[in-house]
């Protein structure tokens, strides 16, 4: 069982910045792939980033290649998520998660642990 717990969420404008924090506790951290999912209003929830345990591999939605960075701490039990020029369509609740394998899968269903997210507003 792995719990997950973000923070870092809030309002900011567009161009600005935020870094999102993503706490975990409960089995061993460091053998977990970690990832960033998000979900608009009306929309269906989206993969944003992946990290593999050793950080040797990551991977990025082409809509924040270049914006967001994914980086994580195994010796604090956490994974964050950089997220730089953001634009009003990066609005979302942002979800941390967890999943098991050598691979920074993209895919929401190779994920068994999810966080209750935390809200990213961007203004225009």
């Known amino acids: 069982q792995v719990h997950l717990v973000e923070s870092g969420g809030g309002l900011v404008q567009a161009g600005g910045s935020l870094r999102l924090s993503c706490a975990a506790s409960g089995r061993t951290f460091g053998s977990t792939t970690m990832g960033w999912f998000r979900q608009a209003p009306g929309k269906e929830r989206e993969f944003v980033s992946a990290?593999?345990?050793?950080?040797?591999?990551?991977s990025y939605a082409d809509s924040v290649k270049g914006r967001f960075t994914i980086s994580r701490d195994n010796a604090k039990n956490t994974v964050y998520l950089e997220m730089n020029s953001l634009k009003p369509e990066d609005t979302a609740i942002y979800y941390c998660?967890?999943?098991?394998?050598?691979?920074?899968?993209?895919?929401?269903?190779?994920?068994?642990?999810w966080g209750q997210g935390t809200q990213v507003t961007v203004s225009s």
């Open positions: 998660a967890a999943g098991g394998g050598p691979i920074a899968w993209t895919r929401a269903t190779m994920y068994t642990y």
């Open positions: 990290i593999t345990w050793s950080a040797g591999s990551t």
